[in-house]
């Protein structure tokens, strides 16, 4: 007799995994903080092999995988396209100078601004 799919849960995030290498793997790298994955160009560690590979890829062989469809410019990663697409495409301005009320569209930005921004 033919079983439906096993579930392992891990008991303290709650989160429920198909299998139990992919628990272990969840349990090792991100419940414990356990990073034994180290790059030897800049010594930042990093959970899984696969975090490494695309960390040294991106970071220090300057690649750019994801492209706006748009405008075709490419970007590190997904969270970097995401914020193109909000700031740029969208006209999305989150972030506000305290001193200014001038809406950017980064915490960078704004933060560069608000050091030289003299309205009070």
Request: hydrophobic fraction near 20%; glycine fraction near 6%.
């Amino acid at each position: 007799m033919h079983e439906g799919p096993k579930s392992h849960n891990f008991q303290i995030c709650q989160k429920i995994f198909e299998s139990k290498k992919v628990l272990n793997t969840h349990t090792d790298t991100v419940d414990s903080r356990l990073k034994p994955h180290q790059c030897l160009i800049c010594q930042k560690s990093f959970g899984k092999t696969s975090n490494l590979k695309r960390h040294v890829k991106t970071a220090h062989e300057g690649l750019k995988p994801y492209q706006c469809q748009n405008c075709k410019t490419s970007f590190q990663s997904t969270g970097k396209l995401n914020r193109h697409n909000n700031n740029v495409l969208e006209g999305l301005k989150p972030y506000q100078c305290q001193s200014c009320q001038k809406p950017f569209g980064s915490k960078r930005v704004v933060n560069n601004h608000s050091g030289k921004c003299t309205e009070e």
